[in-house]
């Protein structure tokens, strides 16, 4: 039944501060999308899960970023160090499991408004 | 690497009137592409998409895109546009089966967003 849910909706945070954003996927959706939507842009790929593995992080921008989903559902996005520029939405999708030659849509969360002061 | 470029940031039509929005893509081959529609405080929803086969494809509320090989655009279109379309737009494409089994299956790339605003 449920969409995918983000929690939470808004976090503000000081400069320095360590944060994490967490990701509900749709039940049964084994693969799981982090994107960055920066004010006025579209949503940038951060990572890819497909079940407990992370099988394309390219989108991280540094080593301050770290994903993790250890039982293959819930993922949480973890940001050290926080500084003014990681300000931006944090979108979650999530989508069935991957099946040779067919793509499955990505269902999207609202996201988390992150604001780094 | 694969590119998408909206031109146009915002659009303003008449309720009523029709729309076109650009999208322009950048990639080696023939990617999927997609249309998104954002709301204030909404997820991204999906309008429609093209894979292959008719190069025109029909979608959610109305809206349609043509897909054009020659011109690297996937246009979308709506013949009559409603006060509720007022949102963001945004064109993405996923590199397709020349890279399913790749590392990059089910990654988008999102154009930067046509924001809409309807007239009354």
């Known amino acids: 039944g449920a969409g995918v849910s983000q929690t939470p909706s808004n976090k503000v945070t000081e400069k320095g501060k360590y944060v994490e954003l967490r990701c509900d996927p749709i039940?049964?959706?084994?693969?799981l999308y982090w994107y960055r939507q920066s004010l006025g842009q579209g949503p940038e790929f951060l990572i890819y899960?497909?079940?407990?593995?992370?099988?394309?992080d390219s989108g991280l921008p540094n080593d301050r970023f770290f994903a993790v989903r250890p039982e293959g559902s819930v993922s949480t996005l973890k940001i050290q160090r926080t500084e003014r520029g990681d300000s931006a939405v944090y979108l979650c999708?999530?989508?069935?499991?991957?099946?040779?030659?067919?793509?499955?849509?990505?269902?999207f969360g609202p996201g988390t408004r992150l604001t780094v002061l | 690497a694969q590119s998408v470029t909206q031109p146009d940031i915002h659009i303003t039509v008449s309720e009523g009137a029709s729309l076109e929005l650009r999208c322009n893509y950048s990639y080696g081959a023939t990617p999927y592409l997609f249309w998104y529609v954002q709301s204030p405080g909404q997820g991204l929803q999906l309008l429609l998409k093209?894979?292959?086969?008719?190069?025109l494809v029909q979608g959610i509320k109305g809206f349609e895109a043509e897909f054009k090989r020659s011109q690297s655009s996937f246009n979308l279109r709506k013949p009559s546009v409603h006060w509720s379309d007022a949102a963001e737009y945004f064109c993405?494409?996923?590199?397709?089966?020349?890279?399913?089994?790749?590392?990059?299956?089910?990654?988008?790339?999102f154009g930067q967003g046509t924001i809409l605003t309807v007239h009354p």
């Open positions: 899960f497909q079940g407990t593995g992370a099988a394309d």
């Open positions: 039940s049964g959706h084994t693969a």
């Open positions: 999708a999530s989508s069935q499991t991957r099946t040779s030659g067919i793509y499955n849509e990505q269902f």
């Open positions: 993405a494409v996923n590199p397709g089966l020349s890279n399913a089994g790749g590392t990059s299956y089910g990654k988008l790339t």
């Open positions: 093209y894979f292959s086969g008719d190069t």
